[in-house]
């Protein structure tokens, strides 16, 4: 049976783990899981949003949940152009595909019980910040990825799911990745990376590790994949656990622990 918890902290732990290697290129695939320097950053804040909003039963609202928590945590690396869409009046739409908004969708891929429940929390969830095709399917294919995840399906049915539903291709080399060193942050490559790190992956870790290795947004592309991962996997190991909620706010634990 999965744990919702573990879920998203799946998705919270790739998030800290990958922090402190963002923007960075030529990283070993044996570096330190866990430093001084590794902290939540934007990704776990906007997840515990949205969290919160689901528990609260609240989706309808979920804006501003966002909005509340970006200004509570303002100094957690978010773009400039999010955190200017944060300051404005709620109705007030961005038309970015960034992959802002599929970063922060593992409660709902743990919480909902139907793809087509999945589909209308994500237009609730996404579109107020990230008004664009592109970033309703990024954010749809990594909630549907760890929905089905989560009540067993193969590798094999999820990739067929997010190469045929969502015409990702999933042929991805990492090496050239690494090679190009190229820093992208947009729902279009960051997101089928992200699930190419899972399906490519033996164990949470594994995939965790893969996903930071590769350079560049390693943060958010290990908390998308983190999340795959961890629905698919039966949870996180108990050391990543306990060192990634040592560093999280007593408020976010909070939350977590009354799932």
């Known amino acids: 049976m999965y744990n919702k918890m573990d879920i998203i902290l799946g998705a919270i732990a790739g998030d800290?783990?990958?922090s402190c290697y963002e923007f960075t290129?030529?990283?070993?695939?044996?570096?330190?899981?866990?430093?001084?320097f590794s902290k939540y950053t934007d990704?776990?804040?906007?997840?515990?949003?949205?969290?919160?909003?689901?528990?609260?039963?609240?989706?309808?609202?979920?804006?501003?949940?966002?909005?509340?928590?970006?200004?509570?945590?303002?100094?957690s690396g978010f773009g400039p152009n999010f955190f200017n869409w944060a300051q404005q009046p709620n109705?007030?739409?961005?038309e970015s595909f960034g992959n802002g908004a599929a970063m922060r969708v593992s409660a709902i891929g743990a919480f909902c019980k139907t793809e087509a429940e999945i589909h209308?929390?994500?237009?609730?969830v996404t579109t107020p910040s990230h008004n664009h095709s592109e970033a309703l399917k990024g954010a749809a294919a990594i909630a549907i990825s760890i929905f089905k995840a989560k009540n067993g399906e193969s590798k094999e049915d999820i990739s067929h799911y997010v190469l045929n539903e969502m015409n990702y291709d999933l042929s991805i080399d990492f090496d050239e990745i690494r090679a190009k060193k190229n820093i992208e942050v947009i729902c279009q490559t960051t997101v089928p990376r992200a699930i190419s790190c899972f399906l490519q992956s033996y164990d949470y870790e594994s995939c965790i590790r893969l996903a930071v290795s590769i350079g560049g947004d390693t943060d958010t592309v290990a908390c998308m994949a983190g999340g795959i991962a961890a629905a698919y996997y039966g949870g996180i190991p108990s050391y990543i656990k306990e060192e990634t909620l040592l560093r999280l706010p007593f408020e976010f634990q909070t939350i977590l622990k009354t799932i």
Not at 120 to 124: A, D, E, G, M, T
């Open 16 to 18: 800290v783990i990958g």
């Open 25 to 36: 290129h030529s990283i070993p695939d044996n570096f330190t899981l866990f430093n001084e």
């Open 43 to 75: 990704d776990t804040v906007l997840t515990i949003a949205v969290l919160d909003c689901l528990q609260k039963d609240d989706i309808e609202n979920c804006e501003d949940y966002l909005k509340v928590y970006t200004k509570k945590y303002p100094n």
């Open 91 to 94: 109705g007030y739409k961005s």
């Open 120 to 124: 209308r929390v994500i237009q609730l």
